[in-house]
């Protein structure tokens, strides 16, 4: 194990944060996050996900093996994504090194580096890492104390483009090898092994690609001719299987997002792989068998999960959940149990039409019911049997009809363009099937939603050999559909057609890109799968630089010819796809495993490996006992842990019904609580704030009246937003309570579940009728600390140059107690605030504020240490003296505390610090 005497990251002054967008993303310290003595750990890995941290914390199997490795007490796991450009230029500004999430620990201190390849889009984002982090780019130029970089995910199973980067892919399911690669790595650098005799022995590991002991082979035309395996290296790397999802890793307690993430909600892979037998998708095939988790463990999960977090979203996740043999048992004793009390939505990802049955959809819309997607794929019937869809119109039509008539609002439609064999009326079919459901006398009023993307035909798939249109013709296809569509009143979305096109270059190409990779990062590349990052000219000109036709990588391949990933297996040989090809040119469809007899695509050894199913019958035999139980352990917790008091008899009503057909809640009490916000957590926003608290309530178990109708919200009211960055010692949070409940407990409840940062210090009962907080507020007390001389030609990039030096530019000290002349001059200030036009085309307004009637209650106070809310930068340029300040609220403009820190000071927020101390209300 490496050690560091330094934390770069600490180099980052307080103010820099707040000069990029989130700041709230690279801080740390979530909930569940691990956290570990250095004197413990021998062995430390970076799980790295190559997106935005959004995108990254919404992945569950990153979360898998983050809590897999952490389980080992002598290995710790950590977190890092990749910086969005603000945060790049403040790193390289400030040269500090990309450093891991939990313990600021810079990447290039770690023994191993995980990077997780969800799609072709990620390889500039790698080598911004890998240079953010001080690491060579290329896994040749590396050396003894560099970490190991390894890849895993549905991108290693053909990841030659970013083959000269990496020194290791894992294929297959890496719960099976997280640990033995992490034991591999540790023990050859403790007994000082060579770094390519690590690699040689983690080629030892099944399913584990080492590039460098394979070599590429091709002729005077560039043409590939083989990939070879040095003699002591197995020539074909076969994935890792993990037989069963029973007892599989599962982490109960997931680190939970500091911000607002793509997929905010609580996930449970109910069963892992597909036999259905789709030819264009990859995933599919990829990770088969079939295996299905029980619903007893699922249930489990959830129970155990659900308290941990807060949620109020579940997700259960697989291919295709409507396709999991006991999703009607489960989802019934789901709902039973938490769709009406908890207000808990249960979603999953878009699913099969012929699996969408009535009974499914009945339990899925007990609570919220918005939108809803499926996906039909093609347009025509033809090209369905050509795709292996095996839906028919009716059965599109009838689930469209069943989706409304449950009281569903909208209906998504997923489609593909550019597959094989297509022709306009195929892409026409697509316009009759929206037309025919727009007809319907249930669609009435709904929203419909065509989303079109491109086929990307990629490796280990029947389609593998098939041509991928090109940007031009993508472009053609969606305006056609566009043209008619628009006749059709619904609404149309399709994907970027040169992201598209990127994806296919990258996901059949070969180790010659790897030139292109880097090339475009070097121009300036970065987030190409984020529409507003993708710079189609600069690719253009990597390519052209390399002397590389992007074109040469879509063609359509003779089905003799070596492809780059043929030493790469997934556990179907080449042979099988060859058959399920020539089927679809046929138009012949192909039946799953699970309805007739086996398709003989040899991941199966009906040993260890093979198709686990829960069959409906015996689920709900086994979950109806399974019940009984819960019910009287749920009985007993409502004993022992409930809040409130007893609910006197006068209160109880009989509950009115909402139009959702949902118990419309009444409150008995309404409770005010005073919070406070300081240390890491003032980088969190208002909103992220809301959310986390929200949630801290249900994980506390504080009976919430909810919103009645198709989308149930706690009944929860915050005060006024303070500014990203100022500390707060008086926020305010109204909550309407079903039951009353012991104001000293509701406090002891929510500090053990509020994350660091956020605490709450008062609660008191008011009337369910008392005026709003935002409405009673008085006024505020503020205090400012100056971190840096007033008028400092020293100002951030983000202080705009026009701003005046402020009143305090010229002087150098300040005695004890602000001079008459100084207050004077200070209230004299003005205040101009830019707002928007009334009408377009029209100069932004100036409105001079009432400076003078707001501001008042000048003074200067010692800085005291104990109050300190971050004692590591409470230090004041004015001899630890802090200038407070009252504003007065009235109901005209009222200045924000920034705005009179600025026009004081000439300084930006971060070059002060701002903290609230009191905030009176009108009730108080």
Not at 323 to 351: H, N, Q, R
Not at 474 to 497: C, D, K
Not at 746 to 774: D, H, S
Not at 818 to 835: A, Y
């Amino acid at each position: 194990m490496k050690t560091t005497s330094t934390n770069p990251f600490s180099d980052l002054m307080q103010g820099d944060l707040l000069q990029i967008a989130k700041p709230g993303q690279y801080i740390g310290g979530e909930r569940n996050a691990s956290l570990k003595s250095e004197e413990n750990v021998s062995t430390r890995v970076a799980l790295a996900f190559p997106d935005a941290y959004e995108v990254g914390m919404s992945h569950l199997g990153l979360q898998i093996l983050y809590d897999i490795l952490n389980k080992e007490e002598d290995i710790w796991a950590e977190r890092v994504y990749t910086p969005l450009p603000d945060m790049e230029a403040l790193l390289r500004n400030k040269g500090v090194s990309l450093c891991s999430l939990e313990s600021k620990r810079p990447l290039a201190d770690f023994d191993v580096l995980g990077f997780s390849l969800q799609y072709e889009l990620c390889g500039t984002n790698i080598l911004l890492m890998l240079d953010l982090a001080n690491i060579p780019r290329f896994s040749r130029d590396r050396k003894a104390d560099h970490p190991i970089v390894i890849g895993g995910g549905p991108y290693s199973y053909h990841p030659e483009p970013l083959a000269d980067f990496f020194d290791a892919f894992l294929l297959g399911d890496a719960e099976e090898a997280v640990v033995e690669i992490a034991r591999v790595v540790s023990a050859g650098r403790q007994t000082g092994l060579p770094r390519d005799e690590i690699l040689r022995q983690l080629s030892q590991l099944p399913g584990v690609y080492v590039p460098s002991l394979f070599s590429p082979e091709y002729d005077a035309s560039g043409q590939l001719l083989g990939i070879k395996a040095d003699k002591a290296t197995p020539p074909l790397v076969t994935k890792r299987v993990l037989p069963t999802m029973e007892g599989a890793p599962y982490p109960v307690r997931p680190v939970i997002p500091n911000i607002t993430t793509v997929h905010n909600r609580l996930s449970i892979e109910v069963m892992r792989g597909c036999v259905r037998g789709c030819r264009f998708c990859q995933a599919g095939y990829l990770y088969r068998p079939q295996r299905e988790r029980s619903p007893q463990e699922i249930l489990s999960l959830v129970r155990q999960s659900l308290p941990e977090t807060g949620y109020e979203e579940l997700s259960l996740l697989s291919l295709s959940t409507a396709d999991y043999c006991s999703i009607v048992p489960l989802l019934k004793t789901m709902m039973d149990e938490y769709g009406e009390g908890d207000k808990l939505a249960i979603s999953f990802p878009s699913t099969r039409v012929d699996a969408l049955k009535p009974e499914i959809l009945e339990q899925v819309q007990r609570v919220r019911r918005t939108g809803f997607t499926v996906a039909p794929e093609g347009g025509s019937q033809r090209l369905r049997d050509v795709i292996n869809k095996g839906v028919t119109d009716e059965e599109i039509l009838e689930t469209a009809k069943n989706v409304f008539s449950m009281g569903w609002s909208g209906i998504k439609l997923y489609f593909m363009i550019g597959l094989p064999t297509e022709t306009d009326e195929d892409l026409l079919g697509i316009v009759d099937i929206a037309r025919r459901i727009r007809a319907l006398p249930e669609a009435r009023g709904n929203e419909i939603t065509v989303n079109v993307s491109t086929l990307v035909p990629k490796p280990h798939t029947p389609f593998q050999w098939a041509e991928q249109i090109l940007p031009e013709e993508t472009v053609r296809r969606q305006r056609l559909l566009a043209s008619h569509l628009q006749r059709v009143n619904v609404n149309f979305r399709y994907h970027n057609s040169f992201s598209t096109y990127l994806e296919g270059v990258f996901a059949r190409g070969d180790r010659k890109l790897s030139a292109v990779i880097e090339r475009a990062y070097e121009i300036g590349c970065r987030l190409d799968a984020w529409d507003e990052y993708l710079k189609k000219d600069l690719w253009l000109q990597a390519f052209s630089d390399c002397n590389i036709r992007p074109e040469d990588y879509l063609r359509a391949r003779d089905v003799t010819e070596v492809l780059p990933w043929d030493h790469l297996s997934c556990g179907i040989p080449k042979s099988y796809f060859l058959k399920e090809w020539e089927r679809a040119i046929k138009e012949k469809e192909t039946a799953d495993c699970l309805t007739t007899s086996c398709s003989i695509c040899n991941v199966c050894d009906y040993d260890k490996t093979k198709n686990i199913l829960w069959p409906r019958e015996e689920s709900e035999n086994k979950l109806q006992i399974l019940n009984n139980n819960a019910y009287v352990q749920s009985a007993q917790n409502e004993t022992d842990n409930h809040l409130s008091s007893t609910v006197p008899a006068e209160l109880v009503r009989t509950p009115e019904i909402s139009a959702a057909g949902q118990i419309i809640q009444e409150a008995v009490c309404r409770l005010r609580i005073t919070f406070s916000k300081d240390g890491p957590y003032r980088y969190i926003g208002h909103l992220e704030t809301m959310k986390a608290m929200e949630r801290a309530m249900r994980r506390a178990e504080i009976p919430l009246v909810y919103s009645a109708g198709f989308h149930p919200k706690p009944k929860v009211a915050f005060g006024p937003p303070s500014q990203l960055g100022v500390f707060s010692r008086a926020e305010f949070a109204d909550l309407m309570l079903l039951e009353r409940v012991d104001c000293l407990k509701l406090i002891e409840r929510l500090n053990a579940e509020f994350p660091p940062g956020l605490a709450v210090t008062e609660c008191r009962e008011i009337p369910l009728r008392a005026p709003g907080i935002q409405e009673s507020v008085v006024f505020e007390r503020w205090q400012l600390r100056l971190l840096k001389k007033p008028g400092s030609s020293e100002m951030s990039p983000e202080t705009s140059p026009e701003m005046p030096l402020g009143f305090l530019g010229s002087l150098d000290q300040i005695g004890n107690v602000l001079p008459d002349e100084l207050k004077d001059r200070l209230l004299s200030c003005q205040v101009i605030r830019q707002r928007p036009a009334k009408k377009r085309h029209q100069p932004p307004r100036e409105v001079l504020l009432p400076f003078a009637e707001t501001v008042s209650a000048l003074s200067l106070v010692p800085l005291d240490e104990n109050l300190s809310p971050d004692k590591s930068t409470r230090v004041s340029y004015f001899a630890d003296t802090a200038i407070e300040f009252q504003i007065t609220h009235s109901s005209g403009a009222t200045l924000r505390p920034a705005e009179i820190a600025e026009a004081w000071t000439g300084l930006a927020l971060g070059e002060y610090e701002l903290e609230k101390l009191v905030c009176q209300l009108r009730d108080e």
